[in-house]
């Protein structure tokens, strides 16, 4: 399974970016999906993780209310909606997938290679 994270770039504060990542190979039978963080100096962090069907969620307090997570399995894409950005939400953003868990709450089994997201005062 292959992992593609794609839409980072250079945003203004309070301003808004969309990440996606696709999954590509074996991507039919991916359960969780769900992204990461981590900024420099900094452990890479939870940020959100999604279902199947896209019936759960599940947020990191730090972005609960400003961040949402959804899926389209006709595309084997997961989407991360950055609103309100904060400056403490520049980093480099991971897309994790993991057939085993419906909600990824551990290291999970597949990562992308991160898409950066930097914020400009």
């Known amino acids: 399974v292959q992992l593609q994270a794609s839409g980072g770039g250079l945003v203004q504060a309070g301003g808004s970016l969309r990440l996606s990542c696709a999954a590509s190979?074996?991507?039919?039978?991916?359960?969780?999906m769900g992204w990461f963080r981590q900024a420099p100096g900094k452990e890479r962090e939870f940020v959100a993780s999604?279902?199947?069907?896209?019936?759960?969620?599940y947020y990191a307090v730090s972005v609960k209310g400003r961040f949402t997570i959804s899926r389209d399995n006709a595309k084997n894409t997961v989407y991360l909606q950055i609103n309100s950005l904060k400056p403490e939400d520049p980093a480099v953003y991971y897309c994790?997938?993991?057939?085993?868990?419906?909600?990824?709450?551990?290291?999970?089994?597949?990562w992308g290679q991160g898409t950066l997201v930097t914020v400009s005062s």
């Open positions: 994790a997938a993991d057939p085993r868990m419906e909600i990824i709450t551990t290291t999970p089994r597949y």
């Open positions: 190979g074996r991507a039919f039978n991916m359960n969780g």
């Open positions: 999604i279902n199947w069907s896209g019936g759960i969620t």
